[in-house]
């Protein structure tokens, strides 16, 4: 498997290894047992995600393969929300309770103790993404009101 730009990731992997350089807590990236291959296939995994949004201008060519190129610059919100989403993927511990409120369960009763969850929960684009921090940095980008991504 190779990184190719636009075709299945919005960042290289020495893009990625500067911004991780430069970020605070990313020791998990860095750690010896990652290997290249790992971290591309976490950089394609966030990149097919975020190419799910409906962004704003248009894609430069019919029937590209991912929402970038568009007519415009590439972001560096789009590439750091990339590393972001990485970087969740990698370090995500899915909890039992994370577990239940995907299969849209709103409550568990064990004997005496019970769990109920919020019944507000996320959907569309806000459920798309692990990390909050992409969210935000994509969302200044995306369409208002027409997110079709798959959920």
């Known amino acids: 498997m190779t990184l190719e730009l636009y075709k299945n990731t919005f960042v290289t992997l020495d893009e990625a290894e500067a911004y991780f350089d430069e970020r605070f807590d990313s020791e998990k990236w860095f750690d010896e047992n990652l290997t290249d291959k790992a971290k591309e296939q976490l950089l394609i995994t966030a990149s097919k995600k975020i190419s799910s949004f409906d962004f704003v201008g248009s894609a430069l060519e019919p029937g590209q393969l991912m929402a970038f190129p568009r007519d415009y610059d590439m972001p560096q919100d789009i590439k750091d929300a990339v590393c972001e989403e990485a970087y969740a993927i990698l370090t995500q511990e899915v909890s039992v309770h994370k577990k239940n409120q995907e299969a849209?369960?709103?409550?568990?009763?064990?004997?005496?103790?019970?769990?109920?969850?919020?019944?507000?929960?996320?959907?569309?684009?806000?459920?798309?993404?692990?990390?909050?921090?992409?969210?935000?940095?994509?969302?200044?980008?995306?369409?208002?009101?027409?997110?079709?991504?798959?959920?």
Request: proline fraction near 0%.
């Open 104 to 151: 849209n369960i709103s409550s568990i009763s064990l004997g005496v103790g019970s769990v109920s969850y919020n019944s507000a929960a996320t959907v569309g684009e806000d459920s798309v993404l692990d990390s909050k921090a992409a969210l935000n940095l994509v969302k200044k980008w995306v369409k208002k009101g027409f997110f079709y991504g798959n959920v």
